[in-house]
């Protein structure tokens, strides 16, 4: 099988160093699953940044698909694919055998306790997102995402090697306060505003994105 590094963790733990060191030392491509600042980069190639318009939407399935060619591009440059971040489903749909149907991608709304018990009580109801996925599959399928899930092998399909990084609460959490501080300071509210300006709504995918 194909050989990946995955690189994983919560926000602000420092993956986006990993993932430059481990790119520097096994001569090695980043795919990005998480955002990052230009800087950061040290002159490694990472893949899937800036490839969407604001206005375009963008699926679990839509990740599958280009992580899976880029893995393919990058080893057939010789070089090593180091998958850095990311949602842990995204993650999943990359490197498992996890099959998705475009109309699984779409997003209702309807109440998600009244139809998968299952995937309600694993979502946390204030993670909007998901809880609208997991209903948008029921609804266009008539399945349920954890029947869905459950059917899966959960079989890598991928010679992975996943480095978790993690780091004390309070640390962690220092962090994050002060990356959301530089955020600002790098005009974020400016960002934003500008965005607003040119009539991109809330209800698109791409403003719902937390940070």
Not at 30 to 43: F, K, L
Not at 155 to 184: C, H, P
């Amino acid at each position: 099988m194909e050989k990946v590094i995955v690189v994983v963790g919560p926000t602000g733990v420092g993956k986006t160093r990993m993932g430059v060191a481990l790119a520097k030392h096994f001569n090695g491509e980043v795919i990005s699953g998480d955002s990052m600042q230009d800087d950061e980069m040290e002159g490694i190639v990472h893949h899937l940044i800036d490839v969407k318009e604001p206005t375009e939407s963008y699926s679990v399935k839509d990740f599958q698909d280009e992580v899976r060619l880029k893995i393919k591009e990058i080893i057939s440059r010789g070089k090593l694919p180091i998958i850095v971040g990311g949602t842990g489903l995204y993650i999943k749909a990359a490197l498992y055998d996890y099959e998705f149907s475009e109309s699984q991608t779409n997003h209702q709304d309807n109440y998600l306790i009244e139809i998968d018990k299952a995937s309600a009580k694993e979502l946390h109801p204030n993670n909007r997102q998901r809880v609208l996925r997991a209903i948008a599959i029921y609804e266009s399928t008539g399945i349920k995402k954890s029947e869905t899930l459950a059917k899966q092998n959960h079989e890598l399909i991928y010679n992975a090697k996943f480095i978790g990084l993690t780091l004390e609460r309070e640390s962690l959490y220092q962090r994050i306060d002060q990356r959301v501080d530089l955020m600002m300071e790098q005009g974020l509210l400016q960002e934003i505003d500008g965005l607003m300006k040119k009539n991109y709504t809330r209800e698109m995918q791409s403003m719902k994105a937390i940070g």
